[in-house]
């Protein structure tokens, strides 16, 4: 059985953008952060932690720094095609961002869990 729970509209995701948003994992209660992007209309999610050190890609709670497709983590300044989530320079380099699936249902960001 598939469940699905939703994570924001498809409206809140900037175009070329990007979107925090959380959701808590029912095995420990924890409240993972997914970053969000949509590029025409195509929204992906990814979590919101870099491979490098662990740490949160964004620089205040929703406040990614976005530059030319890319997402930047400021802890070490790592870059990440929005598209693919490949790691394309820094100290990662080569590695990616764990990419989580989600769709788009009637205007919502749906997190789809098997
Ligand atoms: S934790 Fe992101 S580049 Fe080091």
Redesign the pocket.
Known sequence: MTVTKALCRVDDIPDSGAFEAGFVDERDGIRDSLMLTRHSNVVRAYRNI?P????RLDWAPGQFLIEDGHVI?T????MFRLASGECVS???RGTGLTEVAVESRDGEVVLREA
């Open positions: 870099c490098h050190a662990g740490r983590c802890a070490h300044g790592a820094g100290p990662c």
